[in-house]
């Protein structure tokens, strides 16, 4: 059976869930089944890469099994899937990804022939872009929407919606656990906002451009050393420039994350005297991660700007 994809705007997919829903029990009630809210009916679900991972769970709690396609330490953009990778997600129920995000994971689900895939991007939002010598000055979009609280909280009812159409009897569990998860993100979003309020400086100097759309929340300006892609290193004259950029401004601190090699940041901060700390864009969870999960880890990243701006 050729998959669905499904991609649900968040003003109409509540709508569209009862509908389906009710259509799905008449189907049952006519075939002489009934659908049981308690069953304990588990279903597998692919995620491609942490944060999605970290919502699928979330959501889904005890009726689904999440497997996340790229494994802990790894750099998501650079994912390249092993064959078990690809029955995995060849035999998902549902496989949530964001297109044009992971090359391999896109031409994966192209080929993915049973089940269901969800696609993030609309829920997610991708609005901001760069112009960038990337791709021959070409605007580059950000994917990196999960450093905005709320986008999660947006792709969260995504996944709710989804996961309904695939087991359309705990569509009211799902929706609940989606709007706890809500409530939580919130919660975290007033800290942010309170807590970033009024500090000395608001650049973020950062080694990944990956951190705009919380900048763009919550009122910042990301300076990157390096492109969207963390593996992009800067040229001598890029680097003098940030370089310059830091000791004009007098920023403190230069930010590297968890699981590319900070040299880059340390060598800006060392010919500023600047000092460096950690940013995750929480791409990956590793054991040198400030956190066991996405909310904590969101927390540490908080504290860490705060002192690093500093704020009040």
């Known amino acids: 059976m050729p998959h669905r994809r499904l991609s649900v705007p968040r003003s109409v997919a509540r709508p569209v869930v009862t509908a389906l829903t009710g259509l799905l029990a008449l189907s049952a009630c006519s075939s002489g089944e009934t659908a049981d809210p308690g069953s304990s009916q ?7 890469f942490y944060p999605l991972q970290f919502v699928a769970e979330q959501v889904g709690g005890g009726r689904v099994a999440v497997t996340n396609l790229t494994k802990p330490g790894a750099e998501p953009h650079d994912l390249e899937l092993a064959p078990q990778d690809l029955g995995a997600l060849t035999d998902a129920d549902l496989a949530i990804y964001l297109a044009d995000f992971q090359p391999a994971v896109d031409d994966a689900v192209a080929q993915k022939s049973g089940g269901q895939v969800l696609d993030v991007s609309d829920a997610a939002d991708l609005s901001l872009t760069y112009q960038t010598d990337e791709t021959d000055g070409d605007a580059l979009t950000d994917p990196h929407f999960w450093l905005d609280l709320m986008r999660m909280a947006d792709v969260a009812d995504d996944v709710a919606a989804a996961l309904s159409q695939l087991d359309p009897p705990a569509q009211a569990t799902f929706e609940a656990n989606a709007a706890k998860l809500r409530s939580e993100l919130e919660h975290l979003d007033t800290d942010f906002r ?3 309020a009024d500090c000395e400086r608001r650049q973020l100097v950062t080694s990944h451009t990956a951190f705009g759309y919380l900048a763009d929340a919550y009122g910042l300006e990301q300076v ?3 492109g969207l892609s963390p593996d992009t290193e800067p040229n001598p004259q890029e680097l003098a420039t940030v ?3 830091v000791a004009d401004n007098d920023v403190q601190t230069i930010f590297y994350e968890t699981l590319v090699s900070p040299d880059v940041a340390e060598t800006v901060a060392n010919a500023t005297g600047a000092s460096t ?3 995750d864009p929480l791409e990956g969870l590793t054991d040198s991660s400030q956190g066991d999960d996405y909310l904590q880890v969101m927390e540490s990243n908080l504290a860490n ?3 690093g701006l500093p704020c009040r």
């Open 277 to 279: 700390d950690v940013l």
């Open 305 to 307: 700007i705060k002192a």
């Open 194 to 196: 309170k807590g970033l």
């Open 243 to 245: 370089t310059e950029f």
């Open 42 to 48: 588990s279903w597998d679900v692919v995620a491609s």
């Open 224 to 226: 990157g050393l390096t």
